[in-house]
């Protein structure tokens, strides 16, 4: 069954909705928002007692004081002027729009009599303007300006250039909130040739946006990538500030990529809601002919498949999700009930055509990962939510529970094992813990879509012991200064919870420690995401290692210094690593540099790495030279480190002190000798071998050159007998 029709767009300003909602806005106390003098084309706004009420007078008036070809364009431009300078505050966009809907509905009726009469002029700059300033004003603005419009527009497939301007818009990512109510109500009142007309329109606006995404979240994982190659290559000879310093340096240097992709993810999330309406699941393009219907609802099927799933990893996007959750819990509705339906209504094949190489790879290629993908953004963006607006909790679950059948189960389950889960963290009774393990392991065993060994399972288990630790403790600023790793450790081990788990907590804290708004509160916040961390690795399944194969957790790069505590701290199981706030599971290990021209591409940005964690520029460049099989000289020394039993940074600092031939000899002649063995699932180095007693048993006045090593504890003592090891190390016997 269709769902209503088009549903509210999530957008930045959309909150002076709710704003409107709880307070009325102050505008003269004698004049009605729309009051007006008898002699006006227009209605006046009321004598200006608000900052949004005076704004709306300004593009009252500039639409009275223009010439009558000029009038619309002048007022469009004022009235996105005035919503740019307002956008921050609710409470004035509110007035804003309330004061402005007539002027809003004559520039409409103008902006169709010129179509009626085949004037173009200004056409494009007023459609521009208007696009502009209605994504700020928030859903209602366009809406209203989509119905004023379309009753405008007569009904005819030549639209001269209206047209003409939305596609030119759509081209920059622009307009396609507009476009898409424009359609809609065209639909609704029977103008069939002029919604049809707009097709290519919908169809670039769509695309755009999704290809602006995906190529931004392309370079951000690359840069992922990059990054987890770096610290699983270097991490092991740096000091715990040192490779801080290198992961701060890396991110700074890609700071306008990661920022990029923020940015796209708030784009996206603005007209999120209208490609919902406009996909097989809504009703936006039921106007269309079913040519021109099927070739808009593919073109949005499309973009919710390969974007949807990767939202839950930007700011914007998980805000918008959690904001939808909320108001789907409150009985509302939102575009997550077409991304639901989308979920359950396409076939395999259908996901397997509509997915890019990219979602593929990102682990979506079918039907059930596109739903996992989906579920994991829910409980991912929901995580987020929670552990920086604790007391919308509830209302973020009851969202949750309406997609209940998406997950296997029931609301009634859910909300269970949540008010479990909470009772579980306030449990001291060694009994009653037990009682409730086991009572949560039954319900958790019935969930099969979100068994522990899915990505969604995974998240699911991080939302939960979350939300668990919310309900016994409070205030998340709390949770650092309670002793929860025993309650957290019952909660993960009850819920298997594992790496996947780990990850999502570690990037739900990333993002939190970049939300201003947190502003007192943060650091009481990311301590208690800090103790949940630690909590979740003393869990048993953790302790465990069970990594969550095929699950796409290969490097994930969050922001944050406050993470390095829990970063650098051992308690991380065998599954993966946590290195400066970045994860790096194991599949991703010594299998990598076998990949010659894979690993030597990342000889210049190694360099720039070791560079950025204080190394001198000589040390930097030696140590990223890559052998000719493409092997980085961090992983054995890293080992030879181990071997001497001294820290790894002891090494290098003594490596500082040699001059750069020796250092060239070092690599070369030396760490560079030594090869990994085995299948390409099962890289390792040989820890000894026969260069062993070669290399012992070597007389430096034999004048026969030194034998180059080949096992681990060969190079240990070939480094010794070049006097390459700091003062008072020695190979053990």
Do not use: C
């Not at 999530?10 to 909602?21: E, G, K």
């Not at 209605?43 to 009420?53: F, R």
């Not at 939305?166 to 898409?180: I, M, P, R, V, W």
């Not at 607006?389 to 969202?399: I, K, M, N, T, Y």
Request: aromatic fraction near 4%.
């Amino acid at each position: 069954m269709k769902p209503p029709p088009l549903t509210p767009a999530i957008s930045r300003a959309d909150t002076f909705q709710s704003a409107r909602a709880k307070a009325p806005v102050e505008l003269s106390p004698t004049l009605a928002p729309r009051a007006y003098a008898a002699t006006s084309d227009t209605a006046a706004p009321a004598a200006a007692s608000t900052p949004g009420a005076a704004a709306a007078e300004r593009v009252h008036e500039a639409y009275e004081n223009a010439s009558p070809d000029e009038r619309a364009r002048v007022a469009a431009e004022t009235l996105q002027r005035e919503a740019e300078a307002l956008k921050e505050d609710p409470e004035a966009l509110a007035a804003l729009y309330e004061g402005s809907r007539e002027t809003i509905d004559h520039i409409a009726t103008d902006l169709g009599r010129r179509v009626s009469e085949n004037d173009d002029g200004q056409t494009q700059e007023t459609l521009t303007a208007l696009a502009k300033a209605t994504d700020i004003l928030g859903s209602e603005a366009t809406q209203q300006l989509g119905e004023s419009l379309a009753k405008a527009l007569p009904e005819q497939s030549d639209l001269n250039q209206f047209d003409d301007a939305l596609h030119d818009l759509a081209e920059q990512g622009l307009g396609l909130n507009l476009s898409t109510a424009v359609v809609s109500e065209l639909g609704k009142l029977g103008k069939s040739q002029a919604a049809n007309e707009l097709t290519d329109v919908l169809t670039q606006g769509i695309s755009t946006a999704r290809s602006q995404f995906e190529e931004a979240q392309a370079k951000v994982d690359e840069l992922n990538q990059e990054l987890g190659y770096l610290v699983q290559s270097y991490g092991g000879v740096l000091s715990p500030e040192q490779l801080q310093a290198a992961v701060d340096d890396f991110k700074e240097r890609h700071q306008e990529d990661y920022a990029a992709l923020e940015r796209e993810a708030a784009e996206f999330s603005q007209v999120l809601s209208s490609v919902s309406q406009l996909s097989s699941e809504g009703s936006a393009a039921s106007g269309l002919s079913e040519e021109n219907r099927k070739a808009v609802e593919e073109e949005a099927n499309k973009a919710l498949v390969n974007v949807f799933p990767r939202l839950g990893d930007t700011q914007a996007g998980s805000e918008a999700i959690a904001q939808a959750l909320e108001a789907q819990g409150r009985g509302e509705p939102s575009f997550l009930e077409q991304v639901n339906g989308l979920a359950q209504n396409l076939t395999d094949e259908q996901v397997k055509d509509l997915a890019s190489d990219e979602t593929e790879a990102a682990g979506f290629a079918d039907l059930v990962g596109f739903q996992q993908g989906v579920a994991e953004t829910l409980f991912k963006s929901a995580t987020l939510h929670i552990a920086v607006h604790p007391e919308r909790s509830q209302a973020v679950l009851d969202g949750l529970k309406t997609h209940a059948a998406l997950l296997g189960t029931d609301p009634t389950r859910l909300q269970t094992l949540a008010d479990d889960v909470t009772a579980l963290a306030s449990a001291t009774d060694p009994a009653e813990i037990q009682r409730l393990q086991d009572k949560i392991r039954t319900q958790s065993e019935e969930l099969e879509f979100l068994d522990p060994s899915t990505r969604a399972g995974q998240a699911f288990g991080a939302f939960t012991t979350v939300l668990g630790v919310i309900g016994a403790a409070g205030d998340l600023a709390n949770w650092n200064e309670l002793d929860l790793k025993d309650q957290i450790g019952a909660i993960s081990g009850a819920l298997e919870t594992g790496i996947g788990a780990y990850e999502t907590i570690l990037g739900v804290a990333g993002r939190a420690a970049s939300i201003s708004s947190l502003a007192g509160r943060a650091s009481g916040v990311l301590g208690g995401l800090g103790a949940v961390l630690d909590g979740i690795s003393a869990a048993e399944a953790f302790q465990n290692g069970d990594y969550v194969g095929g699950a796409g957790y290969t490097a994930t790069a969050v922001g944050g210094a406050i993470l390095t505590a829990a970063a650098l701290s051992n308690a991380v199981p065998v599954a993966g690593q946590i290195a400066a706030g970045v994860l790096v599971a194991v599949g991703f290990g010594l299998q990598q540099w076998s990949h010659v021209q894979e690993a030597n591409k990342h000889e210049g940005p190694a360099e720039d790495f070791l560079k950025g964690a204080g190394l001198s520029p000589k040390l930097a460049e030696e140590l990223s030279n890559h052998t000719g099989d493409g092997f980085p000289a961090g992983p054995a020394l890293a080992e030879v480190a181990k071997a001497l039993n001294i820290p790894p940074e002891q090494l290098v600092a003594h490596l500082e002190t040699l001059s750069e031939d020796q250092l060239n000899r070092l690599i070369e002649e030396g760490v560079h000798q030594v090869e990994l063995e085995g299948d390409e699932d099962d890289r390792h180095f040989p820890q000894a071998g026969d260069d062993v007693d070669r290399i012992r048993e070597w007389d430096p006045n034999s004048g026969q050159p030194l034998p180059e090593p080949d096992s681990i504890e060969g190079l240990a003592l070939w480094l010794e007998r070049q006097g390459y090891l700091p003062a008072g190390v020695q190979v053990p016997a």
